[in-house]
């Protein structure tokens, strides 16, 4: 047998480093992000070109609030993009404008105007207008991008909403989303996912609310039934995925005032669009809160599908990264003022219990059957979560109290009922991601 040659022997050495080099490098290439197409309205469209309603009357021409799309690009940028940004206006000859590439969110667009433009034929004279020219130009750079997208929002409705219409009115809504489908779908591949945003609650804002509780009442069981019509219609449909954005608006009419972790957001308009505020200085539009609501319910429909799901904001990084918020001011407000009361109990503990900050207390109250009680503070069990666990060593034992041994009465105390003869008790409690 002959020795291979060491000259040999170290080219293929070379050539082994080299090509372990390549799949190195390969396996740190970083995935591309999730590109989304939307179809939609001023909700969509970027709110640094909104500034009637999204920037200050102090600046009435700088936003400071931002919508879905700037966010998710703020604070996700390697992982979603609508393509190419465009800063200033004109920038595209279509109804786009500006702003982001696969961004067709057009201010006051209703999805009737949508279906009049994806269908309508123009001849040669009706180019000569140049609305029309815009709307045949939108239309083919639209169809000209859906190869280029991972999926397709289609959110639109909340102009074409009257709190005054009936059913059968509202249904017309419905019909014009499916026609918008129809298109995006025949202009697109069969598997391509298209998710169909529910028509947002325009009764829940301060401009179009109801004074008449009973015809607020109706009026919000009426969208409830329209975007019921569009789940059962457009959900039912191949590769389509519904984004609950009506979950937002009752979410707001529900929960008065709107919180996040214990943040308190005032409902009312504000002419300076302060950051804890639900709505834009217009009464109308959603503020940045509402909007990373919004996007999370976007994204909720995106990781249903998306080979790399994309993490939805947390509580914590709306009111930190987002709104420039302390997270933790509901405790903070709280301890204000108030020194060491000496009873040995965490500052957050106390909070959530609803204790004196300025009194000595007992976390628990004891029975004669052997039984323990405690009341929480159900503003502060916005804030962090409250656990109750158990030991009868004092030990490495610590489990929590059994579902079946504790009991919570109508005012909100909580019963605890021995398991053993003797137990121990400690909270657990931690704030809210």
Known sequence: MNRPARGNNSQLHQVMRVAVAVLLSYAHVEAAPFRLLAIGDSLTEEYRFETPFSAPDSKPLDANTKNWVELLHSHRPAAFSMGGYQPSLGNYADFRNAGYEYNYGVPGFKAERWVELLYRSYSFADLLDPENALAASTRFELRGDLPSVDAVLIFVGGNDLSLASNDAQNDAIRVFIGRIHDFVRANATADLPIIVGTVPDIGSTPAEKLADAQAAALARQRVATLNANIIADLGARANTHMARIDRVTDRIADQVPLHVNGTEFTYAPDSENPPLHTFCKDGFHPSTVSQALIANEILAAVNRFAPAPIPPFTNREILTDILGQNADQPLIDYMAGAPDDGDGLPALLEFLLGKNPLA??????????????????????????????????????????????????????????????????????????
Do not use: C
Not at 363 to 369: K, N, Q, V
Not at 394 to 407: I, S, T
Not at 415 to 431: D, H, N, Q, R, T
């Open 360 to 433: 000595a207390d007992s976390p628990l109250m004891f029975s004669p059957d052997g039984s323990a009680s405690f009341h929480p503070s159900p503003d502060a069990l916005r804030f962090a979560d409250l656990g109750v666990l158990q030991s009868e060593t004092l030990g490495n034992d610590w489990v929590r109290v059994p579902d079946e041994n504790k009991q919570e009465l109508p005012d909100g105390s909580v019963i605890i009922i021995p398991s053993a003869a003797k137990l121990f008790y400690k909270f657990e409690a931690v704030p809210k991601p």
